[in-house]
Nanobody, 115 residues
Framework: QVQLVESGGGLVQPGGSLRLSCAAS????????MRWYRQAPGQEREWVAF???????NYGDSVKGRFIISRDNAKNTVYLQMNSLKPEDTAVYYC?????????WGPGTQVTVSS
């Protein structure tokens, strides 16, 4: 069974940067579509970024041009580089793996953007 663990969250000032990581167990990471989502208090979960097994990427409008998703298949890890952070980026960030019938979520990592 695949498990995901996010890391790299924390408190950052507006305009700052953070890099989130999501490490996957098991052997299907290389064939999996990976996504990052986020959920702010009182709001619905929002899709943030997508990366295909071959590295094709796509982004939500609210983060396009500021966030970069990448993956290292040798390390079973997906990353989210977040730049020019804004207070409205404050949320719990989750990674999601989909491969065949497998659809797995990590427990999330808190990102707080505040001065």
């Amino acid at each position: 069974q695949v498990q995901l663990v996010e890391s790299g969250g924390g408190l950052v000032q507006p305009g700052g940067s953070l890099r989130l990581s999501c490490a996957a167990s098991g052997s299907i990471f290389g064939t999996a579509v990976m996504r990052w989502y986020r959920q702010a208090p009182g709001q619905e979960r929002e899709w943030v970024a997508f990366i295909s097994p071959s590295g094709r990427t796509n982004y939500g409008d609210s983060v396009k041009g500021r966030f970069i998703i990448s993956r290292d298949n040798a390390k079973n890890t997906v990353y989210l580089q977040m730049n020019s952070l804004k207070p409205e980026d404050t949320a719990v960030y989750y990674c999601n793996l989909v491969a065949g019938t497998t659809n797995t979520w990590g427990p999330g990592t808190q990102v707080t953007v505040s001065s």
